[in-house]
């Protein structure tokens, strides 16, 4: 991701933190499966102190517990210990069942839930995002980040393993200092070592993890970006020069991985020594002790064998950080994401549209994208409800950008746009969208059934009133119904991923009338027939009274031919009005538009006759 596209995510500070107080709807469930596991490895470190009474029964020195229960009789006491042996191990075993349910279903609810919200999120951002984000990168965070989080809470390496590696740290340091506190100061002395040492690796490791997570989604964002351009990778003979830049961002990400190995690996031997330093001091002077009777076998034995039960998790404390930090990292992503409000807001207090037929006025708009330069500049026109306007220029007038302003994909920087004499940016953006039908340049179809695709407009809206029938009445009016009904399987056809079974011109006219089926008052036609044959083209343009019956209509077109005969035509040129007129009047003024039209016409621009 490039570091323009970051700036455009609020830095989230303590991601973990902030994904704690993200499962708050959870936390009755959360608490109870901590506590499932704190209860467990308690229960877990049973065992050195039952061999530790078991040692001094067979001594014949029972701690006084054990001949309350068993009384003075050694074989009664045995039997104690034996029963006590079976209680633990069962609780434990039911504990560790309890705990191991509750965390991977708390993952699991909560990886789902995750994932929807930051969909959504993703869903409510400025179209500005998605421009300047590559498609992989938010897939990288949706998925592979959001997957993450769920490791960090399921897995073995993650929440889990920071409750059982304390539980064990904090359960040895009360049993060793109540047994004997010279041994415990002794044993434990490399701790405020180890401690350090663990958040200073901690600091180290954490941008390293970020890097990794940046890494991952530029890899992500590559093989998205390449199998979707197959068709021009092959076509172009580019595979080797695809295949060599797939392996610098897969070898970016293995450097970034190496990078905070290299830190992850050297921790394990550290705190090995450093508890192997405190396991022989503890033995020299606990074996002194006991030989000198101011310390019974039974207690020797429990430290013996709680320091090697604390040796193995500390020694897995770099397993542990690495999952954390690779979980902090995704964490930071994902929650900037849920985080960072949209440049595109709803309205404090917003107003609804009145009943009336769609009239659009554009005042003294001006507008420029962000890294960009002006694009509109005190551009006025409007349109009468009902009336049908042609949208004509060169390229990179602003016929586009007007789309996207009328659509609240982007706001204005100046000036306002109304709709039925509502400002844009007063409504509810959904009521806005949905009184407008879009055709779009870059035809994008879903996949699934040709029936579904016309229809996706009025079931998006909620509306199951869209019957066979209607699907075909638009799909004729889009010059489309003959060639589906030549198909094997008609309206129940797959059109593919992206509609890639169908011809750029029968995309288009799919569009076309998927935008007729959902009635809006408004029609907006972007290049509409720019795909589609001439024959297919003269088709529609007979159709276009019918398609903009009743309705307020704006036809950006690159084929004046389209707009020819509509109500009245809208000429930009460097972001402004310099024409407006119907066709033939713009043509015998000789402007800008009959130049586009000669030119189209196959004749010279008027000023070069």
């Not at 020797?300 to 999952?323: A, Y």
Request: with cysteine; proline share 4%; hydrophobic share 45%.
């Amino acid at each position: 991701m490039t570091d323009t596209a970051y700036r455009l995510l609020d830095p989230v500070d303590r991601p973990m933190r902030r994904l704690f107080g993200y499962l708050a709807p959870f936390r009755g469930r959360l608490y109870a499966a901590c506590a499932a596991s704190v209860t467990n490895k308690i229960l877990d470190l049973m065992p050195p102190l039952l061999t530790a009474w078991l040692i001094d029964v067979v001594a014949k020195q029972p701690p006084a517990f054990i001949r309350a229960v068993g009384g003075d009789d050694p074989n009664l006491q045995l039997v104690a210990v034996g029963v006590l042996t079976v209680v633990v191990f069962g609780f434990e075993s039911f504990f560790q069942w309890l705990y191991s349910l509750g965390f991977q279903r708390l993952a699991q609810d909560v990886q789902h839930r995750l994932r929807l919200d930051a969909y959504r999120a993703m869903q409510r951002r400025e179209i500005e995002f998605f421009e300047e984000h590559r498609l992989g990168q938010t897939l990288s965070m949706l998925q592979e980040d959001v997957n993450q989080l769920e490791r960090f809470l399921n897995s073995g390496s993650g929440l889990n393993a920071i409750l059982q590696v304390t539980t064990t740290c904090v359960f040895a340091l009360v049993v060793l200092f109540f047994e004997n506190v010279q041994l415990a100061a002794i044993c434990l002395a490399p701790m405020p070592v180890i401690i350090w040492a663990s958040f200073a690796f901690s600091r180290r490791l954490d941008p390293r993890y970020r890097a990794v997570r940046q890494a991952a989604g530029e890899v992500t964002a590559r093989l998205e970006n390449n199998l979707a351009g197959i068709l021009v990778i092959q076509s172009f003979t580019a595979e080797e020069q695809e295949s060599a830049r797939l392996e610098a961002s897969s070898d970016g990400y293995r450097a970034a991985n190496k990078h905070a190995i290299s830190i992850s690996a050297a921790f394990i031997p550290m705190i090995r020594m450093a508890i192997a330093l405190g396991f022989a001091a503890m033995m020299v002077f606990g074996g002194r002790a006991v030989l000198g009777g101011t310390v019974s076998p039974g207690v020797l034995v429990v430290f013996c064998l709680l320091i090697q039960r604390i040796l193995w998790p500390l020694t897995n404390l770099g397993q542990v950080f690495d999952e954390y930090h690779r979980a902090s990292a995704s964490a930071r992503r994902v929650l900037s994401l849920l985080n960072t409000p949209t440049r595109v807001p709803e309205p404090t207090v917003p107003k609804p549209f009145p009943q009336t037929g769609g009239g659009v006025v554009f005042d003294a708009v001006d507008f420029r994208y962000r890294l960009g330069n002006p694009v509109l500049h005190g551009l006025s026109f409007r349109v009468a409800p009902g009336e049908t306007v042609g949208i004509a220029g060169p390229t990179g007038s602003g016929k586009t950008t007007l789309v996207k302003l009328l659509l609240r994909l982007y706001d204005t920087t100046g000036g306002s746009i109304r709709v039925d004499g509502l400002d844009v940016r007063d409504a509810p953006i959904r009521d806005l969208r949905r009184r407008i039908a879009l055709v779009s340049q870059d035809v994008y179809l879903f996949h699934g059934t040709i029936r579904e695709n016309i229809a996706y407009g009025v079931r998006a809206e909620g509306r199951s009133d869209a019957t066979q029938a209607d699907v075909e009445a638009a799909a004729k009016l889009a010059h489309l119904h003959d060639f589906i009904a030549s198909l094997p399987q008609g309206y129940d056809t797959i059109v593919g991923e992206r509609g890639i079974k169908l011809s750029g011109g029968q995309r288009q006219r799919l569009s076309i009338a998927r935008a007729v089926l959902k009635d809006a008052p408004i029609l907006v036609l972007d290049e509409a027939t720019s795909s589609v044959d001439t024959e297919t083209e003269r088709a529609i343009q007979e159709n276009m009274m019918r398609l903009t019956r009743g309705r307020t209509a704006l036809v950006i077109a690159h084929r004046l031919s389209t707009i020819r005969h509509a109500h009245r035509i809208v000429v930009l040129r460097d972001g402004r009005v310099t024409e407006e007129g119907h066709h033939d009047d713009l043509v015998a003024l000789g402007g800008t538009y009959a130049d586009l039209w000669n030119l189209q016409c196959g004749l010279l621009p008027t000023g070069e006759r």
